[in-house]
């Protein structure tokens, strides 16, 4: 009997969130331990070269990865077209970051940026060489190769890194790291899938995949630009030591969001894909997506925000409390990213591309204004105007949400109002019953246990849809475990 939608995404959502929580947790440690080795400069280093590497990876996939995915009627030959341009691209873009290192160092006035940059831009090569093995899992909603895969090469390169962290090689232990990571990452994909491009490239496999991923490309690179923005004005206008901290707090604010939407995002898009043209069964499904992201999500980052300080002195010292402030206002900033992403993922799956690339040029124009107005306020006034733009960024992508499923964005907020409620009151208490005790574990474990009891009652009062759907899944979770041993 054919898998049901439902079971498809439970149990792609079960195995994509193995991968994303096994890998959670491993990063989570390697980083902690990277963190109390490292300074604030190491890191500020590799911040630096964020968006020059953000940029190239944009250009090296060019949106053929979700057209592979979109495309009900993709071929053998599509996907070795796709694995060829990316292979060409990458070095491509390697040679220019190679040959353009001296003028980043100049940039930024840091010298030992040529050789780091030269270095860690052999990772986009890396990548690449994987980026069709990961699409054609992607399409199998098969995420359990994909989590044996990114685990491992994690723990590799986190075993390297450590250790040459320890040795006292500075930056060079974060260059390591990331390449082994990629190296490692596309290795293992390669001996699990066994594939290997069958084809030449194709001029006419080329055109169709060009013309609805280069739109994705523009609109990708765009908001790759205004993300990684952030870093080059900071370690411009700032420091090293400043952009450090920032990053951190960012890295830190936005991990539990960019799991959460990583995983959903991975697999709604090919299974809502297979539904594009039901507008009604299509409608349901987005709307269960959305509430169970959101009541997943939301309570998650208003925690992270109300345990902010304990957490940070936990986790990597109080050298690093600057960050606390900073890790606060972008926990909000963060919070609105699973919503935000499932309305722009819906015109993906409609395969309005065109679509998606005018409301990103509108919302990053509107973006980089706001953040050259919070310029003169300071990093905080830099955390405080992404913080706004987040909430601007969900209204424009919810407008074509309502033209094509009749979910505006009131209607959606109004959806979500309960969640976002009882999560409120969920972290101000949270942050209230610790404040009494001075030692950041007890802050910790005070505050996160007297978080759930509140929102697990009230969701369970409220009869918030989470709770089934989390069940469902474990069971699922449960179920799949015991039968791959």
Known sequence: MAESLREKSVRGVVWSAI????????????????????????????????????????????????????????????????????????????????????????????????????????SLVLAALSAVHRTKL??????????????????????????????????????????????????????????HPQHFFSVASFKPMFSYGSKLVVAHLLHTIYTNLYSLVIGKVFSAAALGFYSRADQMAGLPATSGSAILTRVTFPLLATVQNDDARLSDVYRRYMRVATGAIVPVMLGLCALSEPIVVVLLGEKWLPAVPLMRVLCLAWMLDPMTLVNLNLLNVKGRSDLVLRLEIIKKTTATLILFAGLPFGLMGLCVGRAIYSQIALAMNSYYTGKFLK????????????????????????????IPFDNPWVQIVVGVAVGAVIYIAGAKIFKFEILDEALAMLVKAKNLVFKSK
């Open 19 to 122: 991968e994303r929580f096994s890998l959670l947790g491993v990063q989570f440690v390697i980083q902690v331990v990277l963190a109390r080795l490292l300074s604030p400069s190491d890191y500020g280093l590799v911040g630096m070269l964020a968006v020059f590497l953000a940029v190239s990876q944009a250009f090296i996939d060019c949106g053929f990865t979700n057209a592979l995915i979109q495309n009900q009627q993709r071929t053998e030959r599509d996907f070795a077209t796709a694995f060829f341009f990316n292979a060409a691209v990458s070095v491509l873009f390697y040679v220019l970051l190679f040959a353009g290192a001296p003028l980043i160092a100049d940039f930024y006035d840091m010298p030992a940026l040529v050789s780091v940059t030269r270095v860690i831009g052999f």
């Open 407 to 434: 979910m505006t964005y009131w209607r959606q907020m109004r959806e979500v109002v309960p969640i976002y409620s009882l999560a409120a009151v969920m972290g101000v208490v949270a942050f209230v019953v610790t």
């Open 138 to 195: 992607t399409i199998r909603v098969d995420f359990k190769k994909q989590a044996q895969a990114s685990l491992s090469a994690v723990v590799l390169s986190g075993v390297v890194g450590i250790a040459m962290a320890y040795n006292g090689f500075g930056v060079w232990a974060l260059v390591a790291q990331t390449l082994v990571n990629r190296g490692a990452n596309s290795l293992f994909l390669w001996l699990l899938i066994r594939w």
